[in-house]
């Protein structure tokens, strides 16, 4: 193979007595893109609303965090409970594992609680509102988030040999890949298909009802996700010959097509 993408040689920079993990960089950029987008978009609806996103993330941000890592611990807990876990393993996220359907619930629980908190005080949108505007900015922290998989050397997919394949270390292969050098790289798929998926939205949904903005981008995220958790060859647990972020993906698809289509009749009745 002549030409691959490769894996980055580092994944953390020691600064002093400090330990610098990419992976942590990444979700730190993505999250403060996110925050920026949706204090822009947020005030472009009203000016006394600048700032709103950022108050309303400093519960939504770490109940995100929370909520990702419970859902990884929950749905692999083989790796942290019995014989061959390692308990202290759950506060170690630097190392990956943040599973983005517990970071939605928990964080947008959180947003929810300090955005209520915050309309009494102030005059508010509905929450719709809030939401349709920090979705965007959502989908591009996901975006740069995932290439902290890249320098973790992590959940890539299946033997790929062609001039995008990723290239990974041998240390880094699952068991009965050892030969293989190149394999599907999943992140930069989630990458792209999260960066296109917020631009369109920007574009199209200005004309939309409260809420159809975020329901748009859970329906449009889940079905990518579908795709590509099939090409993915870590391991997961499965049902049915599926792998459970691909049960949660279509149920997701299902209920979030069936809000945004009652949203939209309401705007039309």
Known sequence: MNRSIPTPSISEVSIGPFTVHFYALCI?????IAIWLGNKRLASRDESLRGVVSEVAVIAVPSGIIGGRLYHVITTPEDFFGADGELLAILKIWQGGLGIWGAISLGALGAFYSYRRLARTMSLPSFGVFLD???PGILLAQ???RFGNW??????GR??????????PYKYRPSGYGLVETFHPTFLYEAIWCTL???ILMGASKHWSAGCTFAAYVFSYSLGRFFIESIRIDPAHNFAGLRINQWVSMGLVMVSALVFLRLRARDKA
């Open 133 to 135: 505007a920090i979705a």
């Open 28 to 32: 730190i950029a993505g999250i403060a």
């Open 159 to 168: 033997p790929l040999d062609t001039w995008w394949g990723l290239s990974i």
């Open 151 to 156: 320098f973790n050397a992590e959940l890539f």
């Open 197 to 199: 998926i917020a631009f």
């Open 143 to 145: 975006a740069i988030g």
